[in-house]
T-cell receptor, first 111, second 115 residues
Framework: EDQVTQSPEALRLQEGESSSLNCSYT??????LFWYRQDPGKGPEFLFT???AGEEKEKERLKATLTKKESFLHITAPKPEDSATYLC????????????FGAGTRLAVHP | NAGVTQTPKFQVLKTGQSMTLQCAQD?????MYWYRQDPGMGLRLIYY???????DKGEVPNGYNVSRLNKREFSLRLESAAPSQTSVYFC??????????????FGAGSRLTVL
């Protein structure tokens, strides 16, 4: 069964305290692992796509990495404006059109 | 640059009432989607339309119908609303998933409460 699981559910950090969010997946023939950011009351916004194990992508204080079974979103020296829910997603085994999402990690960064 | 526009933003219904959520995109995308988001459950796909003239079921289609009116518009209809359909609904679009770069652009969401 296709599944995307994120941990932890919630994470509280002090400003400048680096950490990582985890996304594990059981999808046959992975055709991309996607990370989105969602602010309260808004729709998710695209951050990264990773396609193969070993691939890394960076954007400001965020770096996403991918292995054969999981992806990590590393947050280096976070700031309060990084507070949001981070979602990962992967296409269902059956086709590109259906993205299955994890439940998300709610990140709160305090000054 | 509007992107994906959903209406209404908020709606309260009584059990058994019907309503339609509207979605329009101005990015010339081929594919459109309807998701629902519930606390602790993430986003679940209700229906999608790979291209104009086609629609397919997602993970949780029961109780919903969709119409791909044209390339820009994709509506979601609740024929007889139930309290279990209380949720936040998101419409999304993507250019061409078959290319492998299935990056979705989401609307701001429609919060629906069924009493």
């Amino acid at each position: 069964e296709d599944q995307v699981t994120q941990s932890p559910e919630a994470l509280r950090l002090q400003e400048g305290e680096s950490s990582s969010l985890n996304c594990s997946y059981t999808v046959s023939g992975l055709r991309g692992l996607f990370w989105y950011r969602q602010d309260p009351g808004k729709g998710p916004e695209f951050l990264f796509t990773l396609y193969s194990a070993g691939e890394e992508k960076e954007k400001e204080r965020l770096k996403a990495t991918l292995t054969k079974k999981e992806s990590f979103l590393h947050i280096t020296a976070p700031k309060p404006e990084d507070s949001a829910t981070y979602l990962c997603a992967a296409p269902f085994s059956g086709g590109y059109n259906k993205l299955i999402f994890g439940a998300g990690t709610r990140l709160a960064v305090h000054p | 640059n509007a992107g994906v526009t959903q209406t209404p933003k908020f709606q309260v219904l009584k059990t058994g009432q019907s309503m339609t959520l509207q979605c329009a995109q101005d990015m010339n995308h081929n594919s459109m989607y309807w998701y629902r988001q519930d606390p602790g459950m993430g986003l679940r796909l209700i229906y999608y339309s790979a291209s104009e003239g086609t629609t397919d079921k997602g993970e949780v289609p029961n109780g919903y119908n969709v119409s791909r009116l044209n390339k820009r518009e994709f509506s979601l209809r609740l024929e007889s609303a139930a309290p279990s359909q209380t949720s936040v609904y998101f419409c999304a679009s993507s250019p061409d998933p078959s290319s492998g770069a299935n990056v979705l652009t989401f609307g701001a969401g429609s919060r629906l409460t069924v009493l």
